[in-house]
């Protein structure tokens, strides 16, 4: 009878920890508009090394890279189209877009989380059709960027 009531109370935890589980991970709705205002603006690294220190994101999605933070010349005009977006269950906010580089002709994907304060925006950027499946930012296929809002 006991070794019966054990694994009873062992099927239940177990159940209630993948249901916790799966809500954790669950991907919530967010809407156009709410999207835009996380992302529209002026994001900035100063301490990067890479050759984009500062982008400006539009309410249309499309973003310019700038090589300097001090600079007014945008090094490359981007091209967005948001594929997908959503919030976690933790309020960062990420969405999947395929991008292309009007200036230099250069294209990709990019999968991008701004975190749940609205201060840090975080890429994954691809080049040609090699899709963003997950978030991992050691993943040596992407190109991982980190930015702070001005």
Known sequence: ???????????????????????????????????????????????????????????????????????????????????NKWKDSNGNIFFESKWECVTHGHNGYNLVKISDSGDTLEMLLTLHDLRVEEWEPDNLDYTYYIYYRQ
């Open 1 to 83: 009878m006991k070794t019966r009531m054990f694994v009873l109370i062992l099927f239940l935890v177990l159940g209630v920890l993948i249901v916790a589980g799966s809500c954790a991970t669950r991907k919530i709705a967010i809407s156009d508009e709410d999207l835009s205002n996380a992302y529209t603006g002026t994001w900035i690294n100063s301490e990067t090394t890479y050759e984009a220190a500062k982008i400006v994101y539009f309410p249309d999605g499309s973003f310019n890279r700038y090589v300097s933070i001090h600079t007014d010349y945008a090094s490359c005009k981007v091209n967005n189209t948001i594929i």
